[in-house]
């Protein structure tokens, strides 16, 4: 029998997720027509909002269509991130149509005049994001984001129209449709994001206070892309010993989703751990450690296998069936 001691390594070492970090994505058609979007409808907030979102659509349809057309048209504004200016309180959702790149304020500006012209019912919320830059540990001594707040079914959801959109990445954009940032879930956005307000964090499910929001390590947004839970992250960052979290690779991830993988940065040598993932967007899937790859075995769009690494650098590594070389996707310490 296992003792408790070694059933605790086992749960450090590997914990499983079921199910992708969020289940809220919009219906293929709706896709289709909103990012088919004519120039002529385009020109206007009225006149977009009733192309995106017409009276045969049901309010969530309406959201996702709005938030799946400014993650394609707008961008975000490197320049003025790259000189210190992540606000810009006086952005109008009309500037933003017309420029088709700004800061977070401009996204959830024109998030909100959208979803507003729709007929929903949305709010700008002001507070504090970690990730992306955001040094780890950071004291706050100003609001540094902007997102949206939508109520639907009678509940207030979470959009953030500026991280569903890309990222920066070494001083870059990276334009990257990201729907764990449309009706987000509150295990995972206790790590990236903490209203100012109150009364959002309650609606946010939010119980953190700020120092303890700034506390936390910080948890790179690619692990909930690649089907993480946030309820495995705050285990694996409770375990005693915690010294970081895998290394991610997140602009990666399109196609894959993680059961099984381990969450610690640091792996002990010799040591089975076990990797489970739905690849079907990879040809194959490769641990690299000590002088070789190993391949994972594969059936039906599922790798699952174990290894056991040697002292050095772990790489997981993936084969895209569109052809290429293998890319990363996580990488780890081995001691």
Known sequence: MLTIRLLRVLIAATVLMFGPAHAAEGRPEISR??????????????????????????????????????????????????????????????????????????????????????????????????????????????????????????????????????????????????TVYFLGQSEELKFTHWP?????????????????????????????????????ISAAIAEPGYAGLVTVFEQNHRGLKVQSIPLSQRLRAGQAYRFRMQAQAFEEIVVMNGSGAVPLAGSNGVVDGEFRPVHGSMLVAGRPKEGGRLTGLFQYTVE
Not at 60 to 81: C, E, H, M, P, Q
């Open 196 to 232: 100012v307000d109150a009364k959002w964090r309650q609606v946010m499910g939010l119980s953190l206070t700020k120092g303890q929001f700034e506390a936390q390590p910080n948890v790179d947004p690619g692990l909930f892309r690649a089907g993480v839970r946030g309820n495995a």
């Open 33 to 178: 027509h909103a990012l088919a979007a004519p120039a002529a409808a385009e020109q206007s907030i009225a006149g977009l909002a009733a192309y995106l979102a017409p009276g045969s659509y049901s309010p969530a349809d309406k959201a996702w269509s709005i938030f799946i057309w400014i993650g394609d048209r707008i961008t975000y504004d490197v320049d003025a991130y790259l000189r210190g200016e992540v606000r810009d309180t006086k952005v109008t959702a009309e500037g933003v149509l017309m420029r088709r790149a700004t800061v977070c304020d401009g996204f959830a500006a024109l998030y909100s005049a959208l979803a507003g012209a729709a007929g929903l019912e949305v709010v700008i919320v002001e507070g504090y994001a970690k990730a992306y830059g955001v040094p780890e540990y950071t004291v706050f001594k100003t609001t540094n984001h902007a997102w949206n707040l939508i109520m639907l079914d009678g509940k207030w959801q979470v959009i953030d129209p500026t991280w569903g959109a890309g990222y920066v990445f070494q001083d870059r954009y990276n334009k990257l449709l990201d």
